[in-house]
């Protein structure tokens, strides 16, 4: 099974400022990856599908780059909508494998 | 606008079975493959299974194969996922979700099951 490990576990941010998140992913998953955006108490949010791919309603400031094993979720210019837990997941190869996530809070 | 609401979900002891359901509306259910993605209580998320749009092929994680059984009635846009011979484990919440064609796009709200004496 693909392992997908996420960097940072918690990252630490001021509103307006710049986040970006790391997902590695144990072997070659080609751009077959998602991001996933949960709010406390919430169900999971589609935000980006084949690694870059902006989903439905997803506004410009989230963005996505990485092929391979190597994937970048930056945001921009953080919100307070925003601060949440992100997930990253590969469907390259079954079982689908999701990272731990990374918690964006307030700094 | 597409809807998943999943039911089923409570209270059960350990070795015990429960189904759930997720009522599908808003899309044409059946062009659509399917799953369920649980998340234990504070921690990750986890695929653990998948249908096609025709019911013709499922899959598995070896965690929970041979007691999980995903199915689905596209007469009544509806999805199940049988669970036997449940483990303290299994305890999470489970969201039914839309596959496009392999990652999630939509989901549900959640159904919670606990394995508990």
């Given at each position: 099974e693909i392992v997908?490990?996420?960097s940072p576990a918690t990252l630490s941010v001021s509103p307006g400022e710049r986040a970006t998140l790391s997902c590695r992913a144990s072997q070659s998953v080609a751009s077959n990856l998602a991001w996933y955006q949960q709010k406390s108490g919430q169900a999971p949010r589609l935000l980006i599908y084949?690694?870059?791919t902006r989903a439905t309603t997803i506004p410009g400031r989230f963005s996505a780059s990485g092929s391979g094993t190597e994937f970048t979720l930056t945001i921009?210019?953080?919100q307070s909508e925003d601060f949440a837990v992100y997930y990253c997941q590969q469907y390259n190869n079954w079982p689908r494998t999701f990272g731990q996530g990374t918690k964006v809070d307030v700094k | 606008e597409?809807?998943?609401l999943e039911s089923g979900g409570g209270l059960v002891?350990?070795?015990?079975s429960l189904r759930l359901s997720c009522a599908a509306s808003g899309f044409s259910f059946s062009t659509y493959g399917m799953g369920w993605v649980r998340q234990a209580p504070g921690k990750g998320l986890e695929c653990v299974s998948v249908i096609t749009g025709s019911g013709g092929a499922t899959d598995y994680p070896d965690s929970v194969?041979?007691?999980f059984t995903i199915s689905r009635d596209n007469s009544k846009n509806t999805l199940f996922m049988q669970m036997n011979s449940l483990r303290a484990e299994d305890t999470a919440i489970y969201y039914c979700a839309r596959l496009t064609p392999y990652y999630v796009d939509y989901w549900g709200q959640g159904t919670l099951v606990t394995v508990s004496s």
């Open positions: 997908m490990t996420q084949g690694a870059s921009s210019s953080l | 597409v809807q998943l002891q350990p070795g015990g194969k041979g007691r």
